[in-house]
T-cell receptor, first 114, second 115 residues
Framework: DAKTTQPPSMDCAEGRAANLPCNHSTISGNEYVYWYRQIHSQGPQYIIHGLKNNETNEMASLIITEDRKSSTLILPHATLRDTAVYYCIVQGGYGSSNTGKLIFGQGTTLQVKP | NAGVTQTPKFQVLKTGQSMTLQCAQDMNHEYMSWYRQDPGMGLRLIHYSVGAGITDQGEVPNGYNVSRSTTEDFPLRLLSAAPSQTSVYFC??????????????FGQGTRLTVV
């Protein structure tokens, strides 16, 4: 599985966009980029995933560079409730040798401030 | 639709005791897994299963056993609890490798203390 690198912590002002970067320079062609977050000590919550195109859902946008070696998760209008640890995970799609198990790194602790 | 349900939520064990952490999902997911999370750390994969009757080891399997006799249930057994197994345990489920890539669903965790 490709490894990911994320900054350990970031701050964001409430109401502003939060841009969380992730490097995954060894990603292979059939691997997807997933983002999860963990609020306090709750179970991780899925946010979004993508292969090579930019993706958007009701929670966030995912921007993947053309070479797929890095990505950015964007929370367009961060609120205090978005304070959490955000994990960027690279995982193989179906048909690959990867069985779908998730390998978590340290993640980025996002602190949204009033 | 309850999602992924873990029981118990909290447990205190004495060193050497055994116990089973329960995990059940009602989404007919093929894939289930167990993680542990130590303070200030990310989640680490203990064991996983890609379907009933099939299990495999993750990153930190020592001291734990699993079985998958049904699609719905994936219990985690601590054979002889040690203080090093004090952690928060999360169970997860997903559609599995024969489905398009999609999200995993996590339970709310079991907080285990071994004294």
């Amino acid at each position: 599985d490709a490894k990911t690198t994320q900054p350990p912590s970031m701050d964001c002002a409430e109401g502003r966009a939060a841009n969380l970067p992730c490097n995954h320079s060894t990603i292979s062609g059939n691997e997807y980029v997933y983002w999860y977050r963990q609020i306090h000590s709750q179970g991780p919550q899925y946010i979004i995933h993508g292969l090579k195109n930019n993706e958007t859902n009701e929670m966030a946008s995912l921007i993947i560079t053309e070479d797929r070696k890095s990505s950015t998760l964007i929370l367009p209008h961060a609120t205090l409730r978005d304070t959490a640890v955000y994990y960027c995970i690279v995982q193989g799609g179906y048909g690959s040798s990867n069985t779908g198990k998730l390998i978590f790194g340290q993640g980025t602790t996002l602190q949204v401030k009033p | 639709n309850a999602g992924v349900t873990q029981t118990p939520k909290f447990q205190v064990l004495k060193t050497g005791q055994s116990m089973t952490l329960q995990c059940a999902q009602d989404m007919n997911h093929e894939y289930m897994s167990w993680y542990r999370q130590d303070p200030g750390m990310g989640l680490r994969l203990i064991h996983y299963s890609v379907g009933a009757g099939i299990t495999d080891q993750g990153e930190v399997p020592n001291g734990y056993n699993v079985s998958r006799s049904t699609t719905e249930d994936f219990p985690l057994r601590l054979l002889s609890a040690a203080p090093s197994q004090t952690s928060v345990y999360f169970c997860a489920s997903g559609r599995g490798v024969r489905s398009p890539p999609s999200e995993a669903f996590f339970g709310q965790g079991t907080r285990l203390t071994v004294v």
